[in-house]
T-cell receptor
Framework: GIQVEQSPPDLILQEGANSTLRCNFS?????LQWFHQNPWGQLINLFY???GTKQNGRLSATTVATERYSLLYISSSQTTDSGVYFC??????????????FGTGTRLQVTL | NAGVTQTPKFRVLKTGQSMTLLCAQDMNHEYMYWYRQDPGMGLRLIHY???????AKGEVPDGYNVSRLKKQNFLLGLESAAPSQTSVYFC????????????FGSGTRLTVV
C-alpha cells in the first residue's frame, strides 16, 4: 500500500497567523481527504480533494496528483482550529471501496 | 440526520472477554469501515464492507470479526479481548463511487485490562 507522510508533526501558532500543512504520498492516489480531529476526538472531514484546489471559509486545500502531494492552508487561525489534522489517501479501482491510508497527523495548537 | 452513530462510547473489558461494537449510519452509504487509532500511529483499517452481506480484511484484522447483515449496520466483534486491543475504534461510511469522502462516528474508547 501507499505510504503517507505529513509535515510538520507539531505546530504552534498565535491566533491570527497563517499556516501550511503538507502531505506527501509514496504513490499516485485517486482519493485524497483531509480531516480535523478536535480535542474531544471527533473526526471531521474537511476536504475530499483528489486533485485541484478547494476552499471552505478560512481553509483551503490543493492536491497536485502528478507530484504526489497535497497542501492544507489555514488562514487567520483561531483557537478552535486546534487539534490534529490528518490527510489520508488511497488508490482504488472503480466499483471497489476506497480504503484510506492515514498519515500520523499534524498536531496544531493555536494560542491567544 | 444522525450520520454515523457508534455504541458504546466507552468500555472496559477484562482479558479474554468478548464484546461487540455497533455502528449505524442513516445516509444510505454503500461502504462502511472500522479503524483503530493508537497514539502516534494515525488510523489503521481493521475491516471494511462494500455492501450488505459482504466484508473484507483491512490492514490489521487479526483478533476481530465483523458482520454486515443490514446495509445501515456494521458490527465489530472481539472474541477474546487482549490488552493489545486497547484503542479508540472509529467507524466510517462513504457512498459508492467518487462522490464525497468519509463520514466518521464519534468513536469508542476501549480499555482491556
Amino acid at each position: 500500500g501507499i505510504q503517507v507522510e505529513q509535515s510538520p508533526p507539531d505546530l504552534i501558532l498565535q491566533e491570527g497567523a497563517n499556516s501550511t500543512l503538507r502531505c506527501n504520498f509514496s504513490d499516485s492516489v485517486n482519493n485524497l481527504q483531509w480531516f480535523h480531529q478536535n480535542p474531544w476526538g471527533q473526526l471531521i472531514n474537511l476536504f475530499y480533494i483528489p486533485s485541484g484546489t478547494k476552499q471552505n471559509g478560512r481553509l483551503s486545500a490543493t492536491t497536485v496528483a502528478t507530484e504526489r502531494y497535497s497542501l492544507l492552508y489555514i488562514s487567520s487561525s483561531q483557537t478552535t482550529d486546534s487539534g490534529v489534522y490528518f490527510c489520508a489517501g488511497s488508490s482504488y479501482l472503480t466499483g471497489t471501496a476506497s480504503k484510506l491510508t492515514f498519515g500520523t497527523g499534524t498536531r496544531l495548537q493555536v494560542t491567544l | 440526520n444522525a450520520g454515523v452513530t457508534q455504541t458504546p462510547k466507552f468500555r472496559v473489558l477484562k482479558t479474554g472477554q468478548s464484546m461487540t461494537l455497533l455502528c449505524a449510519q442513516d445516509m444510505n452509504h454503500e461502504y462502511m469501515y472500522w479503524y483503530r487509532q493508537d497514539p502516534g500511529m494515525g488510523l489503521r483499517l481493521i475491516h471494511y464492507s462494500v455492501g450488505e452481506g459482504t466484508t473484507a480484511k483491512g490492514e490489521v484484522p487479526d483478533g476481530y470479526n465483523v458482520s454486515r447483515l443490514k446495509k445501515q449496520n456494521f458490527l465489530l466483534g472481539l472474541e477474546s479481548a487482549a490488552p493489545s486491543q486497547t484503542s479508540v475504534y472509529f467507524c466510517a461510511s462513504s457512498p459508492a463511487g467518487t462522490i464525497s469522502g468519509y463520514t466518521f462516528g464519534s468513536g469508542t474508547r476501549l480499555t482491556v485490562v
